[in-house]
């Protein structure tokens, strides 16, 4: 079960950390990725993290703004967004593979099969 929160509203260039808690297995056993879907558009992969977190993944449109990390002993996944722009708006998921190999990630939505309840970010003065 993956639990998301952290959304809000924000102005532009501001920041927020959302959480992405994970239960149900162990918490170095799995692939992490950030997608997000804006009002009419498809849900498109913004990061991720290998199991071993040698590997990560960055769409352009986030590079040098946002980055993921993850707490072990909390079970628990981050994204922190800064410099946050109107078109970050959207509603945010995190989703977890566990068959990936130790050193991969991607941000393809069908290569994810655990995925969160979602949590609204608004970025807007």
């Known amino acids: 079960q993956l639990v998301e929160s952290g959304g809000g509203l924000v102005q532009p260039g501001g920041s927020l950390r959302l959480s992405c808690t994970v239960s149900?297995?162990?918490?170095?056993?799995?692939?992490i990725a950030w997608f997000r879907q804006a009002p009419g558009k498809e849900r498109e992969g913004i990061l991720c993290m290998s199991r071993d977190e040698t590997t990560s993944d960055y769409a352009d449109s986030v590079k040098g703004r946002f980055a993921i990390s993850r707490d072990n002993v909390k079970s628990t996944r981050y994204l922190q967004m800064n410099s946050l722009k109107p078109e970050d708006t959207a509603v945010y998921y995190c989703?977890?593979?566990?068959?990936?190999?130790?050193?991969?990630?991607?941000?393809?939505?069908?290569?994810?099969?655990?995925w969160g309840q979602g949590t609204q970010v608004t970025v807007s003065s």
């Open positions: 989703a977890t593979a566990t068959y990936f190999a130790p050193q991969d990630c991607t941000l393809v939505r069908g290569d994810y099969d655990y």
């Open positions: 149900g297995y162990r918490s170095d056993y799995y692939t």
